[in-house]
C-alpha cells in the first residue's frame, strides 16, 4: 500500500534524480554504523547528498525522472550519492570510499543523464573536475591572445623606430 509518505519519497528522490548532474549507487554492507556516519560526513563536507534509499521507492523515482536503466543497479541495501554541480566529484568520493573501506562497493550510476557501469566508476573517477576543465580552457584562450599582444607590441615598437629612423632622414 502506497502511503503519503512514501510518495513525498518518490517525489523527492525524483526531484533529485532529476536536478542531478552526477548520481552514484553504492552497497553499503558491512560498514559499521561509526563508519557510516563518517562516510556520510566525507560526501556532505563536499557537497554531495548521500542518503540510504528504499529500492522500489528509488526505482519508481528513477523512472519518472527518466532513468530507465538505473532501476537494473537496485539490488540489496543501495545508498545513493547525488551530485548538482560537478558531475565528477561523486563518482570520484565513492571511488576513493572503496578504497578506504573493503565492505563498500559501487554499483553503477548516472552522469549527466548516461548510465555508468561500476567498471567505469574508477575511470570517471580520475577525470578532472568541471573548475579544472574550465581554468585549463581559459588558460588555453588566454595564451595565444598573449603571443597576438606581444607581437603587436613588437611590430609598432619597430614601426616606430622605422618612422623615427625616416624622419631624421628627412630632416637631414
Do not use: C, H, W
Request: negative net charge.
Amino acid at each position: 500500500m502506497v502511503t503519503e509518505a512514501k510518495k513525498e519519497e518518490i517525489e523527492v528522490l525524483r526531484d533529485k534524480f532529476e536536478k542531478a548532474e552526477g548520481v552514484v549507487l553504492s552497497d553499503y554492507r558491512g560498514i559499521s554504523a561509526n563508519d557510516m556516519v563518517e562516510l556520510r560526513e566525507s560526501f556532505t563536507k563536499e557537497g554531495i547528498e548521500y542518503r540510504v534509499v528504499k529500492n522500489t521507492l528509488a526505482a519508481i523515482a528513477a523512472e519518472k525522472a527518466g532513468l530507465d536503466d538505473l532501476p537494473e543497479l537496485l539490488d540489496g541495501p543501495i545508498a545513493v550519492a547525488v551530485g548538482y554541480d560537478d558531475p565528477v566529484l561523486p563518482f570520484k568520493i565513492t571511488s576513493d570510499t572503496a578504497k578506504k573501506y573493503d565492505a563498500f562497493s559501487a554499483k553503477g550510476g548516472v552522469i549527466e543523464g548516461d548510465m555508468v557501469a561500476p567498471d567505469e566508476i574508477e575511470a570517471i573517477s580520475k577525470l578532472s573536475s568541471k573548475e579544472e576543465l574550465l581554468a585549463s580552457f581559459a588558460a588555453g584562450l588566454k595564451s595565444p591572445i598573449r603571443k597576438l599582444a606581444f607581437l603587436l607590441k613588437a611590430k609598432v615598437k619597430d614601426l616606430s623606430v622605422v618612422l623615427d629612423q625616416v624622419l631624421k632622414a628627412k630632416e637631414e
